[in-house]
């Protein structure tokens, strides 16, 4: 285009010398290099609206490609109504393109969450029946008022190979945590992915996921008793998405293995495992669909706990199964106006080992399991209701010290068989993309004998720009 346009230029000049100096008089002639002089100006004013649109469009090219590196890295699977491998194509940019992306400025957002709980028991005194007190966030936290946790992440592509991510939770209790921080690739090719540092573990469905994207106020009680609420192992993870028109995402975790139900023992190498599996597809235009299977393999060096000011510690192995499956439902693909989710988890421990009390120490194991199913309907624009029920099973534990008859089970109050339960109901009105506000009541049985009605009030408001969330 530029080519044919500046080729009068050119002829024009070329005659124009001569011209001058034969005639240099001439009107005619001065009114001819009056035209060219203005053609010129024209010309160059063209040729840098030209380059101005060229930069432009490099610039949106750049923010295209950074926006689907994050959404591949937060979609797990396709979003209603789209093709099961929506998420896959986003890797397909190449370095050339993504060597515009803005590595020094990241994307910062701020998640401000908070809630006001009424309880009708003693928050100080929650726990499972039949369980191990866990490590972590667990039970209903504190009555009136609570900040709740509030996340700050920056995130920004690295270089066309890499890119990172730095998660801070900040607490009630003025405490800064680190939640998140890793880096991962992003030109591996095949489908093929690393992450390493700390990060959210790919097991389960709900685990990988942010709090503050949950349906309801907290974690069901399978995660609070076996993960003390997330299971956020230190290490690395690699994971693999076929190129498949189901999705089909492949991976596994190796770690340190301070993270509960584990904890830090000292020791070199992998102390910590974990594979998953997830596939999934899309059922017609409206519905879709995914499940998973997952395993967790890690152990624990006197890992103490107190009850009721008995102390006990167990040292040995722990192994946790976990099946999910969600499933989604939107009138042709389009989930604005009204959708369904449904999913569940079940998960099973079995522990073996060694349980201490009193300076003496015997053989352990147990069996346990915990599962959770919940539905949340959007039944008009911006409002939706949500159900969910929880259900543990302690089993029936083998303790060395009471079967020998060393102890009796006095010395271990908190293993005494139950079936912790809790069902819950909530009502969310979300303004916009950015705010939520959510009304939540529920009645924990996780303690023996005690019934716990609980009432939560909770907003969750995000600034900055954020990734996309999971399927």
Do not use: C
């Not at 389960?204 to 399978?222: C, E, I, K, M, R």
């Not at 596994?252 to 584990?262: I, K, L, N």
């Amino acid at each position: 285009m530029l080519k044919h346009t500046l080729m009068p230029v050119a002829i024009a000049a070329a005659f124009a010398s001569p011209l001058s100096a034969s005639a240099a008089e001439n009107p005619e002639l001065a009114a001819i290099r009056a035209q060219i002089a203005e053609m010129k100006q024209s010309y160059e004013a063209r040729l840098q609206a030209l380059e101005q649109r060229l930069q432009d469009a490099q610039a949106a090219v750049a923010e295209a490609q950074n926006a689907a590196a994050s959404a591949q890295q937060a979609a797990a699977a396709p979003a209603p109504a789209a093709p099961a491998v929506a998420a896959a194509p986003a890797a397909a940019a190449t370095p050339a393109a993504r060597a515009g992306d803005n590595s020094f400025n990241p994307s910062i957002s701020l998640v401000l969450g908070g809630t006001y709980a009424n309880l009708s028991r003693d928050p100080g005194s929650y726990r499972f029946g039949g369980f191990m007190p866990p490590e972590g966030e667990v039970g209903p936290g504190s009555r009136s008022f609570n900040l709740g946790e509030s996340e700050l992440t920056m995130a920004a592509n690295i270089d066309p190979m890499f890119a990172g991510q730095l998660t801070f939770a900040l607490t009630g209790e003025n405490e800064a945590e680190v939640e998140e921080a890793f880096i991962r690739t992003r030109e591996l090719g095949g489908g093929m992915n690393i992450k390493a540092g700390r990060f959210l573990s790919g097991v389960g469905y709900l685990n990988g996921q942010h709090s503050h994207t949950w349906d309801f106020v907290d974690a069901p009680l399978n995660y609070q008793a076996f993960f003390g609420g997330q299971y956020k192992p230190d290490g690395v993870q690699a994971s693999w998405l076929a190129p498949l028109n189901t999705f089909v995402e492949i991976g596994a975790e190796v770690g340190s293995g301070r993270s509960f139900p584990g904890n830090d023992r000292d020791k070199n190498g992998f102390n910590a495992a974990s594979v998953f599996a997830h596939v999934g597809d899309d059922i017609g235009d409206s519905s879709s669909w995914r499940a998973g299977v997952s395993f967790l393999r890690t152990g624990a060096l006197d890992r103490a706990y107190e009850f009721e000011g008995i102390p006990n510690a167990f040292s040995g192995s722990s192994k946790i199964w976990i099946a999910d499956a969600v499933y989604k439902w939107a009138p042709n693909g389009n989930p604005t106006r009204t959708n369904f989710k449904l999913q569940g988890e079940y998960m099973r421990r079995k522990e073996n080992g060694a349980l201490a009390a009193n300076e003496l120490a015997d053989g352990y194991s147990s069996t346990q399991s915990g599962w959770y199913l919940q539905g949340v309907y959007q039944f008009m624009p911006n409002w939706r209701a949500g159900l969910r029920y929880d259900r543990l099973s302690s089993g029936s534990p083998f303790i060395g010290l009471v079967e020998s008859g060393a102890l009796g089970m006095d010395a271990f109050p908190a293993l005494a068989s139950y079936h912790p339960k809790r069902s819950s109901v909530m009502l969310d009105w979300s303004p916009s993309e950015f705010s939520r506000l959510r009304l939540q009541f529920a009645r924990d049985e996780a303690r023996p004998g005690q019934s716990d009605k609980q009432v939560f009030l909770q907003y969750i408001m995000s600034l900055g720009a954020h990734a996309g969330h999971t399927f």
